[in-house]
């Protein structure tokens, strides 16, 4: 690796391997898949294949607020994509996402089924699919869909610069840290001015909007992404505390941040969902313990 301070860019780029850090074993300059393998399916319509870092958290919650509201339809079943062990680079993974990337979803409600990948996308196909959690009039659902591809556009400057330069690269570098760290500061600062006049993001009604933020910037604030609380101070953001305090004590929410995840507290993880009662019928023998390559979530 060469010393930040004299490296130059060659004329034509080429792939180092020993320059991907901790995520040298997943990222590549290439798509399409490595191996082939089937993906495992349940008994219900939706099936969900997915891992519980911030993305994947948003769409394991929505799924749980729907059925939360009575949406039967909504009962899916979660299946654990180890992104660490290559997953996410198999034959049937690659079919439903070409992009290679968590979460993935396989709506068998119809014929032929629907895949919906981007987690944005998700949330959204969701939304309209049960007529929940998406404001119906033209100017309520314009802002909700504001903040939703607020989130959608601003999460990469927070995870893949602040997160990745801050807690995964080799070496530290002052300038990448101090942009991004800049950078999402200023991003909490625009969220902490909206909610001070909102008590959701979309307005009154708590919204996909709300589902996609959190995840990233209210664990942020929480104190559980990249142990960076203290170094952006995020106590001084009260109103994103106020409303990332509220969100993650919704039960469903509690539920959703469970599945598919396979590291921290045994206690907080669910590997897989088929039924609800999976929730309160978990052992110890479900429990493997498996610590995903940067996969630290709220």
């Not at 198999?90 to 070409?98: A, K, L, M, R």
Request: charged share 20%; proline share 6%.
């Amino acid at each position: 690796m060469s010393d930040s301070a004299t490296y130059q860019p060659a004329k034509i780029w080429h792939w180092n391997k020993n320059n991907g850090g901790r995520f040298a074993s997943i990222n590549r300059p290439t798509a399409g898949a490595t191996h082939q393998k089937t993906l495992p399916a349940g008994h219900h319509p939706l099936q969900l294949y997915s891992l519980a870092t911030p993305n994947g958290v948003k769409v394991t919650v929505m799924l749980e607020e729907l059925l939360a509201l009575g949406h039967a339809g909504a009962e899916y079943d979660a299946w654990l994509i180890r992104i660490d062990e290559s997953d996410q680079f198999g034959s049937g993974f690659v079919e439903i996402n070409p992009n290679s990337k968590i979460p993935a979803l396989l709506d068998r409600s119809s014929e032929p089924p629907v895949r919906v990948f981007e987690s944005g996308a998700i949330l959204l196909y969701l939304a309209e699919k049960f007529g929940a959690l998406l404001p119906t009039t033209h100017a309520a659902r314009t802002e909700c869909l504001n903040w939703l591809f607020w989130q959608m556009g601003s999460a990469p400057f927070l995870g893949g610069g602040f997160g990745h330069f801050y807690a995964y690269a080799p070496t530290k570098i002052e300038y990448a840290i101090d942009r991004f760290a800049m950078e999402v500061k200023r991003q909490l600062d625009v969220l902490d001015r909206h909610l001070a006049e909102h008590e959701y993001l979309a307005g009154e009604a708590y919204s996909i909007a709300d589902i996609a933020v959190w995840p990233w910037y209210g664990a942020l604030v929480r104190g559980l992404l990249y142990d960076a609380g203290e170094f952006l101070q995020v106590q001084d953001y009260a109103h994103v505390q106020r409303w990332a305090t509220a969100i993650a004590e919704r039960p469903a929410v509690r539920r959703g941040r469970m599945v598919n995840r396979s590291f921290g507290e045994l206690s907080s993880q669910l590997h897989e969902r088929h039924d609800a009662s999976d929730f309160h019928t978990r052992t110890q023998d479900k429990l493997q313990p498996s610590a995903p390559a940067g996969a630290k979530g709220p």
